[in-house]
């Protein structure tokens, strides 16, 4: 006998599930039904392609023993069951699909916590919310040695060795005394079918009952045990589309993404040609909580001909698409097929191709409110794919959406060419970190004036990438307002007419403001502000930051242009100002407030709230 502590995280979680998320208890019958069907189907697998277990006699099924003098229930199954070391790492260690993430992402809702168990993996760990006391007694395919691991979820667990005939795994659970309600045969299954009917193997219930044999003074009551199967057992996907309700839909995603939402849409798809699969995906309302992170887990299975292959591949589908959950069921991939020969395979190529299609076809379908949901759940996910997958790229342009500088919520490109003019077929856009310092710049005063529509893209770090590939949209021209001339309604010989009045005023700015501005100039592009910064498009720079991105690497400094409103006051009073040192703090003033309205820091912080409080000084 071993004893051991369980890591700090796995305590932290226990101490949960005992003392917090009591709002839906009956979950951990809904995690320990889906292990049990997650082993069987690893059994079910190396059985039709290890030869030494090719020849037993089995079929999968789950067990599920009511026990009410004992005040007990155990959930078993015929599965591939575990050895010492996988004891250790699946149910003593953190698991690697996320214990330490479920922990930070607790928001403290205990609903809303408890739904979060079976997406992160940690399902096993539920049952410490109904148990006083829990053991697993399990036994892998192939190995002689049965164990038991027993614990009461304080800090500590033992594994024994034990003798078990069958391979497979059985949790006993010791249930708390105000848990009796889950000795009762109608409630557990209750529980089953709302969560689990459509699990692919029978799950057979066990329980006492109590019958009256004979009549009068001569009746009898004994204590029968009975037995009955409480779920349908059909791989939903594999029933054809005509049988099935929306209903029947919604519990199977529920049951495969372990939780009570229903899903925002499915698709359920069925192939026939050169190649034969099947499909059944589905876009949940809400993202993932890893959906950014590199350990992120896959929520598709793959099957071959109704035998579970993995649902830890990666390359199923697009990695911009792992929000989806979801089946791929094929007949034509050997059953025998290895990770190395999944991602060289072209069969599975072209299922991906195909399933790709259709989900983003699915997605361009979404109208009102499930648009809206999918935009705020999934938006910068579409802009990944926009990058990574140029085969798709006119339907991922359908589908993403930008703010507007003139419309309410988001609108798609389409939206935009809608309204825009036809003549000149350019969507206009500006990039940054702030939406709000984006609707605030004084680059957009100019299009404001002229009521013309510019696109917010306030996801800089991946719109400064994506947005310059995408070139264009149905023959319109995307603009960056930062690098093009504004809309004006002054002819070229008027504006070179300006250029000349203020050309020692923007030559004296020069001076003073040295290699910290490329160039100092007039414009037509502002109406309320005195100043604003571009890059200067053409510097081989501009073209290069793009490609710096791409790579990961910081993007150099592009050098910025320095322009004045000269309809503004203070460019006119400027330009006959005579007090030099007055003159120089007003040069720098321009350029970082300027700056500041783009959301960047002046070059010296310090210097600029000198310059302003001794300019104010001067003015009081």
């Known amino acids: 006998m071993a004893k051991h502590q369980f890591q700090t995280e796995i305590g932290q979680l226990l101490k949960l599930m005992t003392h917090s998320l009591y709002s839906n208890k009956e979950i951990f019958i809904r995690e320990l039904v889906s292990n049990s069907s997650d082993a069987i189907d690893k059994f079910n697998y190396i059985k039709l392609t290890d030869e030494k277990f090719k020849d037993e006699n089995w079929s999968g099924k789950i067990n599920i023993n009511l026990d009410d003098k004992d005040n007990s229930l155990t959930i078993g199954d015929n599965g591939i069951g575990m050895n010492e070391q ?25 609903k809303k916590d408890s739904n979060l ?13 109904v148990a006083e006391h829990v053991d697993v007694i399990t036994k892998k395919a192939g190995e002689e040695q049965a164990y038991k691991f027993s614990t009461d979820g304080t800090g500590e667990f033992e594994i024994t060795p034990v003798t078990k005939e069958e391979h ?43 019958v009256t044999e004979g009549e009068g003074d001569d009746a009898v009551t004994k204590t029968v045990k009975k037995s009955e199967q409480v779920n349908s057992a059909t791989a939903l996907w594999t029933l054809p589309k005509a049988t099935l309700k929306k ?25 026939e040609g050169a190649n034969e699969f099947t499909t059944l995906f589905y876009i949940p309302k809400k993202a993932p909580m890893d959906l950014y992170r590199a350990d992120y887990q896959s929520h598709v299975k793959l099957y071959v001909k109704r035998v579970f292959i993995t649902d830890d591949d990666k390359e199923l589908i697009p990695t911009y698409l792992r929000f989806v959950h979801g089946i791929i069921d094929s007949e034509d991939l050997p059953l025998n097929v290895s990770r190395e ?124 990438i994506v947005t310059p590939m995408i070139g264009t949209y149905k023959e319109w021209t995307l603009k960056d307002i930062t690098t093009i001339d504004a809309p004006d309604s002054k002819t070229e010989e008027e504006r070179e ?7 020692s005023l923007t030559d004296k700015i020069k001076e003073v403001l040295g290699e910290d501005v490329k160039e100092v100039k007039t414009t037509t592009r502002l109406t309320s502000s005195p100043s604003c910064v571009v890059k200067d498009s053409s510097d081989p720079m501009a073209g290069m930051a793009h490609m710096f991105a791409q790579m990961g690497q910081a993007v150099p400094e592009i050098p910025l242009i ?41 070059k010296d912080k310090s210097a600029f709230a000198s310059r302003v409080a001794k300019v104010a000084t001067e003015a009081i």
Request: proline content about 2%.
């Open 86 to 110: 996988d004891l250790m790492d699946n149910l003593g260690t953190i698991a690697k699909s996320g214990t330490k993430s479920f922990i930070e992402s607790l928001t403290g809702d205990a």
């Open 497 to 503: 007419e300006i250029s000349k009045e203020f050309k």
């Open 247 to 271: 209903e029947d839909y919604i519990e199977f995603y529920k049951s495969l993404a372990h939780g009570d939402d229903e899903p925002l849409t499915y698709l359920h798809n069925k192939v």
């Open 562 to 602: 320095l322009e004045l409103n000269p309809e503004h006051a203070m460019i006119q009073k400027l330009d006959k100002l005579e007090n030099s040192d007055m003159f120089d703090d007003m040069a720098w003033i321009l350029l970082d407030s300027a700056k500041l309205a783009e959301g960047l820091e002046p």
């Open 117 to 129: 168990i079976g997406q992160f993996g940690v399902g096993f760990y539920s049952v410490f919310m």
């Open 341 to 464: 020969i999944l991602q060289e395979n072209r069969i599975l190529a072209n299922i991906k191709q195909n399933a790709t299609k259709k989900i983003l076809q699915a997605i361009k379908k979404l109208k009102g409110e499930d648009a809206e949901n999918f935009t705020k759940e999934y938006n910068k996910v579409i802009k990944e794919g926009i990058f990574q997958d140029h085969l798709n790229k006119e339907l991922l342009l359908d589908i993403v959406k930008y703010k507007s500088s003139t419309e309410e919520g988001t609108v798609s490109f389409a939206d935009y060419i809608s309204r825009g003019d036809s003549e000149k077929k350019e969507i206009y856009y500006i990039i940054g970190e702030d939406e709000q310092v984006l609707r605030n710049s004084p680059l957009l005063e100019a299009y404001k004036k002229a009521n013309i529509e510019v696109l917010i893209m306030d996801d800089k770090e991946i719109d400064e």
């Open 168 to 210: 497979g795994t059985v949790i006993y659970i010791k249930l708390k005394d105000e848990e009796k309600e889950f000795l009762s045969k109608w409630r557990v299954e209750e529980v089953v079918k709302k969560y689990s009917n459509h699990i692919a193997y029978p799950i057979m219930m066990h329980f006492n009952e109590e």
